[in-house]
């Protein structure tokens, strides 16, 4: 137990890490005047970073496990926050970004195989709950360091690669078992991975389409709909505290049922509360309770599908299997809010809740196929209700 706390607090020190240094690039940039769709690139190279690093995590856990990996990682974001401020140069800091993301992809996706690995199914869903829920309340407390800058612009990228190193210290005392080698006719392709969980999987996808998609485009299809800057800000934080609320809640239910039937269930939920967004004002209490509510049934979609991938996949394809879960959520984060920007510019403002609707309505359908017709992907659900 002692070794799962370090893990998950490790982790929620390096979301309270990742969420100062994201938002504080992004409004250094604007400060100084920096177009707005360049600003975006630049943010959108991390995530580039994620895709691109997905091939090499696998071999690296299997080769140097994963504590030495989620240790390189941190360093090499230590290494990354620190060159932010010696190399003050726009074309520098997306080569900075690119490199931070590569180091928390390794971060991740090392912390996810290492849970996943070490927790029994029966607790496995409350379990990566928690571990969602602790990099949730990091990335809601780490924009509060901006506020450092007025000690000076080096204060908020130390502190953060102050918390970086956390993980790298508090780690060398926790052991870890080595990997089984996987060799020869026992090592499955990608492909083969991918059909032994495709809705498991797929649940990534969904949840950074989503995630991205509401980063991108809720601010536009909020102002769109007449919304104030102030009741922007308050809507995103009920979206968010929706999120963090239902995390363990969902993450018991998981346990006690079925996974897959528990994913489809809140997504059925959640397609709900987006389309009765488009019948809303912007404004208006009912328009703020419908987005927690909503932010409360699919927040924890990447904490549940991880646990999923832990029922489905054997130990020894765990390392596969989460770089291909946190590729898809690379892939959704990138494609969701150009689709969702493009959706408000053709067809207007509510298009984009409906957009997200039926992205949640075809990832249930899929769910049903691969339940009802098992031969269509290796249907492995061992907690049964």
């Known amino acids: 137990m002692k070794r799962l706390i370090a893990i998950i607090l490790s982790i929620g020190i390096a979301g309270l890490s990742q969420g100062l240094v994201i938002p504080l690039l992004a409004f250094l940039l604007e400060r100084r005047g920096v177009n707005e769709l360049i600003n975006g690139l630049s943010t959108t190279s991390l995530f580039l970073a994620v895709l691109a690093a997905s091939p090499f995590i696998e071999p690296a856990i299997r080769k140097y496990g994963a504590k030495r990996v989620i240790q390189g990682g941190a360093v090499l974001s230590i290494l990354s926050v620190l060159a932010f401020p010696l190399f003050d140069h726009l074309y ?30 029966s607790r496995r869903g409350r379990i990566f709950a928690m571990y969602g829920l602790s990099i949730g309340i990091g990335m809601a407390i780490g924009p509060q360091g901006i506020n450092l800058l007025s000690y000076g612009v080096w204060v908020p990228f130390i502190l953060s690669a102050i918390l970086f190193a956390i993980p790298v210290i508090l ?25 032994m969980a495709p809705f498991a999987l797929s649940t ?12 991108g485009d809720f601010p536009i299809y909020a102002l769109r709909k007449g919304a104030s800057a102030e009741e922007l800000s308050l809507a995103l934080t009920f979206f968010t505290l929706g999120s963090t609320v239902l995390q363990i809640p969902l993450g018991f239910l998981s346990d006690r049922y079925s996974r897959g039937k528990t994913l489809m269930v809140t997504c059925v939920f959640g397609a709900l509360g987006f389309a009765l967004l488009s ?7 009912l328009f703020l309770w419908i987005l927690g ?5 699919i927040g924890s979609l990447y904490s549940l599908g991880l646990a999923y991938v832990g029922d489905s996949i054997t130990s020894e394809h765990l390392p596969t299997a989460n770089v291909l879960y946190t590729a898809n959520y690379g892939v959704g984060s990138i494609l969701g809010p150009s689709v969702g920007a493009l959706m408000i510019q053709v067809w207007g403002p509510d298009a984009f809740p409906w957009l997200l609707a039926g992205l949640l309505g075809i990832y249930v359908i899929f769910g049903v196929i691969t339940r009802v017709y098992p031969s269509f992907g290796k249907h492995d659900d061992p907690i049964t209700g």
């Not at 996808?205 to 995630?211: N, Q, S």
């Open 171 to 195: 780690l060398q005392f926790v052991p870890e078992e080595p990997f089984e080698i996987v060799e020869g006719n026992k090592r499955y392709s990608w492909r083969a991975i991918i059909l």
């Open 279 to 285: 019948f809303i004002e912007s404004s208006g209490m």
């Open 92 to 121: 520098a800091w997306i080569f900075f970004r690119f490199l931070m993301g590569i180091g928390l992809s390794a971060l991740y996706v090392a912390t996810e195989v290492w849970i996943n690995r070490i927790v029994e199914a």
């Open 204 to 215: 990534s996808f969904v949840y950074g389409f989503i995630e991205g998609g509401l980063a």
């Open 293 to 297: 509510y909503t932010g409360g049934v």
